[in-house]
């Protein structure tokens, strides 16, 4: 088994820590960073950008051997949204606390602010995709989202854990994330306003105003049935547009199921 330790200082030393640790190479274009892996420990590619107001993180790994990745506690408070694509990974809250599962098509927050670190465990020869945003809500974060994600996802405790199955539009949005096919600025600007998109998700989600993610699922909802409706009060013209073989067959069916036309309709309609 391989154990690692991240010390959670700026994005380059992340980043160099993880390039000593898998002993990869590095390479930053246009503030986005692609550590290439392939050594005795893993294989793969990890990537990631710096915003303003958070970081994204990709991992595609096969790692050679089982690994504990040990993540320093960070003054900043961060929040952290992991979602996983293929395989899975655990979590813990120092290597004797409670173990948690995080599987293919399900999400994650996490979130500490004790000095105890946070222990991922991956396992040996399974692929592993998963991405990561990094959220920070101390220091001098006093935006209006890092408020929202403070109230909701930091714990008065210390330490603040959740999974559970993927939003499906949260899941759209990382697809859009990995399909960007612009460059350089725009490129980086649509990421962040797509990584912006998808923690304002999970805030809608996690808040008292849950309902109102599934709006535009609801409005078509209610469209559709609407349309159910005025058709069912039309049925018989409908059977007689279909002609005469339609209009003598149609309601024998509905006789030997024991429904007469004029039920069915009244069924619809309500």
Known sequence: MKKLYINTGSFDAVFDNLKDSFEGTL??????????????????IITGVCFDEMIYLNF?????????????????A???????????????????????????????????????NSVLYFESHKQIQFSVIGTPTALDQNSDLAAKIKK????????????????????????????????????????????KEIVELEIAQHSYNYLSTFKPVVNIAIRQLDEIKKLSHNIPELIQNAGIAGFNYLPR???????AVKSYDQKLAS
């Not at 390479?27 to 892996?37: F, G, P, Q, S």
């Not at 790994?61 to 690994?67: G, I, N, T, V």
């Not at 069916?253 to 429904?259: A, D, N, Q, S, W």
Request: overall charge positive.
């Open 27 to 44: 390479v930053i274009t246009e503030n986005e960073y692609k550590l290439n892996v392939k050594s005795k420990w893993a294989k793969g």
């Open 60 to 76: 595609d790994l096969m790692l050679q051997s089982d690994l504990n990745l040990s993540i320093e506690s960070n003054r900043c």
């Open 152 to 195: 909701h996802f930091i714990s008065d405790s210390g330490n603040y854990i959740y999974t559970g199955n993927r939003n499906a539009m949260i899941e759209e949005k990382i697809t859009e994330l990995k399909s960007i096919p612009q460059k350089g600025t725009v490129r980086y600007l649509i990421m962040k306003s797509i990584l």
């Open 78 to 116: 961060p929040v952290f949204f992991a979602y996983c694509e293929k395989g899975f990974l655990r979590h813990s809250f120092g290597a004797g606390g409670e173990i948690k599962n995080l599987k293919k098509q399900q999400s994650g927050i996490v979130s500490n602010t004790t000095a105890i």
């Open 253 to 259: 069916i509905f006789k030997e199921k024991h429904l």
